[in-house]
């Protein structure tokens, strides 16, 4: 733990010394999130919302999910570009040190660019949240906590999947992509728009609509499915779940596969 | 005379054509990812016209599926040159008796069109598989199909300029990455990648379809969907061509510019 | 049981060609090459020594390296270190070890080496005052006191190195894996780092295994070499025994200032004339040297002479070429 910590301040430090150059990187950052904010408010506008979910919703699920990604991608970098660890060595020196790998690679590389992201995802959770005039409760607040993190951990899988993929086959990183990427694109609006078969990919498979969906369908008072509360505040788990599960594979699979084919 | 000037131009086009056939996993990569962000994005607009008028609905459809289709178009295509102007290595290729700007741009048209084309088949293939409601719809006539190739060159004409154009940008300022990432999603903004340019408010899309980048897809794709009278393709027409050469004529500067600082500070 | 033991380890890739003929087949056919990188190699090492590994470029040389490391499993055999097997007991098998690339830091390139060293400390988990002692020890040693709060890409390839050197020590590993450490260098940096390296061998037992192209890095710091070459280990033993083994001919070349008495030529030297100096060629493992030296001298007044020892590196190409690598 302390490992972690210090190796994460060393990369501020390390990143620090490029001022200029970070700053442009984080408005860069910004505006692509912002793009994505003016396609939703685009659409918006002309729709007036998206089947029975209101505009400022949508907008909700929309902040949540970006600053969601956003986190994922400043603090899972080290998953998410794993492939150039593989090519320029760099994982031969991980296997060298004796910390955890995943640990290694969560420290390693800390993406504070992504603070931009962050920013112009939280505005769009605020602004939501201020033309919603949500009622909040200790509950809500926690329920939402729960469905950042639990959000948190399913995209650092999916990251995981196309790190396990780069032990094989650096080329089809792309044909991976479609797992972030795409669940980024198609979950940032709740899961019930879809026909049944993308519903069930995106709750029984990736399960953005456990850990997201449903939590924040809650905290919008219009609950996505019928099932007691605890079950709602137990079903972010899923996104830990799909994490162990994709950690122990990119082990099992992943690296046994590289320490016996070598590089 | 005339044939021997055209020559290198044309191998560079087929060598490149060549390699972009080559990238058969890459191609496949794209295609799986345009197909499923294709369909996605459909059944978003099947859900979001549900609430209302459905009458545009279909048109919607189309229009992603034809972006997605053509996304290939919209990359910055050639690595090769990033990677020159990178490295610094663009220098030596000055040696070549050949004219730079029109070098790139012949390799950046093969790239383009190649790849667009091993994308389309499988695309248009999966059009068959897909649910009725998500289907893309054909062209709306035979005459609106002509019109939307003759308008599609163009596009495809015009983004290779404006990577030109945004290459000799790299060049000055040599920070390849927080620079193209924008100009890409601009890029896919502006083009109507991200959402059909036909569903911006009324008074912004006055503005939106003469912008330079809505000339590579968006242009060519409102005439696939309805055949346009003379006047109209007209002016559609003109608006391409005269971004077309304000592109390349700008392009040209810009590289001439930077082209001749390279020998004057030798390197 | 040895502190380092391998037996029998073998590696082998599988390698996919492109297929370049063939019809349409080529689409979806995979044509696939076994690689060999190492083939059966035994070898053990006691505590404290220190081995140098030869072999030309893809002799599997970093093969070696890395399955010692614990980086690669082996496809046969198996390695021991202090009783561990590498890969299967990773994290404290590493903790144990130390190992320096001289083509690629493990040092943190944009900030002071003072706060890599402390990143470092974490990383191994050291005690915080052990740390700092031993920190004090090798900044004295490795003489980086100048430039411990100086970022690493400041640094000059000598001064880089003894960094690296140094956070490669500070947990003071049993074992230290050096793969070109002087690469680069210039002369006085590598003599430093040889002293250095011989007194941290002498000081505190650690077992160092070398891998280098320069030779004369092996003459300073190896008494033992493991010769590789396509996979296979050719050579185990001494260095200079190796050397004798292929070491075949001196040539001496003198002139004189006025008249000289060329009698008396010792057996085994053959003489040639050339112009107005007299060149003598001969095997040192049959002639001593100083023998000859002396007769040179007794012949007459000396104007010049050279002593043409065939160098090093001569030495090893030719070696390489007999054992036909």
Known sequence: MRYLYHAMRMQLKCAAQYRASFLMQSIAQCVMVGGDLLAVTVLMNRFRGLGHWSAEEILFFFGVMQLTFALCECFGRGISNFSYYIGGGEFDAMLLRPQPLLVQMIGNRLDARRLGGMLVGGAALAMACLRLRLHWTAGKALLLALASLGSFFLILGLFLIEATVSFFSVKSIEMVNVLTYGGRQACQYPVDIYPRPLRLLFTWVAPFALCMHLPVSVILDKPLMDVPIWQVYAAPLAGFAFFAVMALVWRRVGVTHYRSTGS | MKKQTIRPYLTAFRIRALLETQYRGAALGGVITQAFFGLVLAYLYTALYAGGDPAGLRDTVTYVWLQQMFFRVLMTSDSELQNQIMTGSLAYTLCRPVDQHAYWVCRDLAAQWVGALMRMVPMIALQFILPLEVRMALPESPAAFLQFLLSLSLGVACVAQIHTVTSAITMKTLDSRGFSGMISLLMMILAGNIIPLTLFPETVQALLRYQPFAQALDAPIRMYQHAQGTAEFSISLAAQLAWLAVLTAGGRALWRQHLRSITVQGG | ?325
């Open chain 3, 1 to 325: 049981m040895a502190f380092l033991e391998a037996e029998r380890l073998s590696k082998t890739y599988v390698r996919r060609l492109k297929p370049t003929s063939g019809g349409p087949s080529r689409l979806w056919r995979r044509d696939t090459q076994r690689i060999f990188a190492l083939q059966d190699v035994s070898f053990s090492v006691e505590k404290g020594e220190l081995v140098g590994i030869l072999g030309p470029n893809g002799a599997g040389k970093s093969t070696v390296v890395k399955l010692l490391t614990g980086i690669l499993t082996p496809t046969e055999g198996v390695c021991h270190v202090d009783g561990r097997i590498p890969w299967q007991e990773r994290r404290e098998h590493v903790r144990h070890l130390g190992v320096v690339f001289g083509q690629r830091t493990q040092l943190w390139w944009d900030v002071p080496i003072l706060d890599s060293f402390e990143l470092l400390r974490d990383v191994y988990n050291l005690e915080p005052a052990a740390w700092k002692r031993r920190l004090d020890e090798m900044t004295d040693a490795l003489d980086l006191g100048g430039f411990l709060r100086t970022p690493l890409r400041q640094l000059s390839l000598g001064q880089r190195m003894r960094a690296e050197l140094c956070g490669s020590l500070l947990h003071e590993p049993a074992l230290l894996f050096l793969d070109e450490p002087t690469i680069g260098l210039d002369a006085v940096s590598k003599l430093k780092l040889r002293s250095f390296l011989r007194e941290e061998n002498a000081a505190r037992g650690t077992t160092i295994l070398l891998t280098t192209h320069d030779m004369e890095d092996m003459l300073a710091l190896c008494r033992r070499v493991l010769v590789l070459g396509h996979g296979r280990l050719l050579y185990d033993g001494a260095l200079d025994a190796l050397l004798r083994r292929y070491d075949t001919v001196h040539v001496l070349r003198c002139a004189y200032e006025g008249p000289c008495d060329l009698s008396g030529l010792p057996q085994g030297v053959a003489l040639e004339r050339d112009g107005d100096s007299y060149v003598l060629s001969f095997a040192p493992a049959e002639v001593e040297t100083g023998k000859v030296l002396s007769w040179v001298l007794a012949c007459g007044r000396l104007r010049e002479m050279t002593l043409k020892e065939q160098n090093v590196d001569q030495l090893i190409a030719r070696m390489y070429q007999e054992m036909s690598l």
